[in-house]
């Protein structure tokens, strides 16, 4: 966090350059904050190397749009996790279907939803953004944009998943484990999630964000999650900061919960605090619900303070800057 002198500096600077234009204003921040930033910050344990995916961009003074894409095709990559990207656990009737999003610091997003067969869905979602005239694009009409625009159309199913999902059609119940992380590893245990959100603020003092995630595993055959929605799954504003959130979106989207947080940190509340405020109001609405999944929210502002908060214990989310690069903390939580 901040010392009062550093925050003295940087509330100064920002009140007498209230004329000059958004990036300078960002650079005098970025300056004075006495290399608080480059920073990136991402949900759960996996957050560790894929914010040192991240790093790479940042280091160099590259741009937090790019960090952030670059950064969580990490676990998008990664064969052992279940919950994000291309070894993604499946829906009910055995298809991968992924949800991603992306936001930069203008407030230009892109997002993909149930995308099938594209093993990098940030980075379609980030063409989306880039390349057409909307904001997000589902289905088979992401996919068909993903291949005109290059992309290598794959099975995406491996045999591990396969697996999983043919025990649990033995059952077929359907009931999300909370803080799934904790329990990787359990023998019949098939029924996770878990997502990446990053944000990131580069050295010029701009954020954005990204998220990215295979959704909730054995879902309905078109179920779409709060990852790739907009103000739900992430929301970004350079003028205050950044949120983005992980668990059951449903309940997420109910409360349109990373575009809260990051209205509540506008109105003056930390990171933590906001995200704490966000839980609540979810828990509020469905106390029974509640009880029983696992919602948490992961905030950054405008100066570089992140915090978190969860229904659940066991979040974690992790920290990379210049001084440390794989720090992990146990967010707080209600229960
Ligand atoms: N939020 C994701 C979803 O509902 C899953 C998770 O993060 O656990 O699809």
Redesign the pocket.
Same mark, same amino acid.
């Given at each position: 966090m901040y010392n009062r002198r550093k925050f003295i500096k940087v509330s100064a600077a920002g009140a007498s350059l209230a004329a000059l234009s958004r990036s300078a204003v960002a650079e005098t921040l970025a300056q004075t904050a006495d290399a608080k930033f480059p920073i990136v910050i991402s949900t759960w344990d996996f957050g560790i190397v894929a914010n040192k995916e991240a790093w790479k961009t940042l280091e160099k003074g590259g741009r937090a749009l790019d960090a952030v894409e670059a950064g969580v095709k990490i676990p998008e990559a990664d064969m052992k996790n279940h919950?994000v990207g291309r070894a993604g656990y499946p829906d009910r009737d055995g298809h991968v279907t992924l !949800?991603a999003c992306i936001m930069d610091d203008f407030g230009n997003c892109g997002s993909v939803a149930a995308i099938e067969h594209i093993a990098h869905p940030v980075s379609v979602a980030r063409l989306v953004m880039e390349k057409t005239p909307h904001v997000m694009l589902v289905g088979e009409g992401a996919t068909q944009f993903a291949v005109e625009q290059g992309f290598k159309k794959e099975k995406l199913l491996t045999p591990e998943s396969e697996k999983a999902w043919k025990e649990w059609l033995k059952t077929a119940k359907y009931s999300p484990v909370i803080n799934i992380e904790n329990k990787q590893g359990i023998p019949g245990n098939q029924y996770n999630? !878990?997502?990446i959100g990053m944000l990131a603020i580069d050295a010029k003092g701009n954020l954005s964000g990204a998220c990215t995630?295979s959704?909730?595993a054995f879902k309905m055959h078109g179920r779409v999650?709060?990852?790739p929605i907009i103000g739900a799954?992430l929301y970004v504003d350079n003028e205050v900061g950044g949120a983005t959130?992980?668990?059951?979106?449903?309940e997420?989207i109910r409360n349109v919960g990373s575009f809260l947080v990051v209205e509540l940190m506008r109105q003056g509340y930390s990171p933590e605090d906001a995200c704490k405020e966000a839980v609540k109001r979810i828990i509020k609405k469905k106390p029974e619900t509640a009880k029983q999944i696992?919602v948490g929210f992961l905030a950054i502002n405008k100066k570089g303070e992140y915090g978190a908060y969860a229904i659940q214990s066991g979040f974690s989310f992790a920290v990379c800057n210049a001084e440390q690069q794989d720090l992990l903390i146990k967010g707080k939580s209600i229960y």
């Open positions: 919950t !949800d999630h !878990d997502t995630t959704g909730m999650g709060d990852s799954g959130s992980t668990g059951v979106g449903e997420v696992q």
